[in-house]
Nanobody
Framework: QVQLVESGGGLVQAGGSLRLSCAASVNRDNINFLGWYRQAPGKQRDLVALITRTDATNYADSVKGRFTISRDNAKNTVYLQMNSLQPEDTAVYYC??????????WGQGTQVTVSS
C-alpha cells in the first residue's frame, strides 16, 4: 500500500519561508507525477506545483517565482520550498502522487499559516 508522509508545515510571518517534504513509500519507477496541492477554508483544492518523472515542472501562476518543487529520487521524497510567503498562501497543503499503475494517492495534509 502506497503511503505519503508529509512534514514541514507551520506558522510563519509574511515574507518568511517554509519547506515541505513528502516521503513516498512506492517504487519510484511507478511514479508518473509528484505534486503539491492546497486547500484554504471554504475553497476547492488547487494545484500548487508538480514535477514529472522527467523532472519537468509546472506551477500555479500565484506561486511562480516564489515556490520551487524538487525531488530526491534516492529518498523517494518531493519537496516544496516556499519563499516570500503571504497570508493568501495559508492553507492545508497536500502531497499527491500519480502512479503509472495504481491510480493516485494523497498525503494527510499539513497546515501552513502565514501571519500578516
Amino acid at each position: 500500500q502506497v503511503q505519503l508522509v508529509e512534514s514541514g508545515g507551520g506558522l510563519v510571518q509574511a515574507g518568511g519561508s517554509l519547506r515541505l517534504s513528502c516521503a513516498a513509500s512506492v517504487n519510484r519507477d511507478n511514479i508518473n507525477f509528484l505534486g503539491w496541492y492546497r486547500q484554504a477554508p471554504g475553497k476547492q483544492r488547487d494545484l500548487v506545483a508538480l514535477i514529472t518523472r522527467t523532472d519537468a515542472t509546472n506551477y500555479a501562476d500565484s506561486v511562480k517565482g516564489r515556490f520551487t518543487i524538487s525531488r530526491d529520487n534516492a529518498k523517494n521524497t518531493v519537496y516544496l520550498q516556499m519563499n516570500s510567503l503571504q497570508p493568501e498562501d495559508t492553507a492545508v497543503y497536500y502531497c499527491n502522487v500519480r502512479l503509472i499503475i495504481g491510480g493516485e494517492v494523497w498525503g494527510q495534509g499539513t497546515q501552513v499559516t502565514v501571519s500578516s
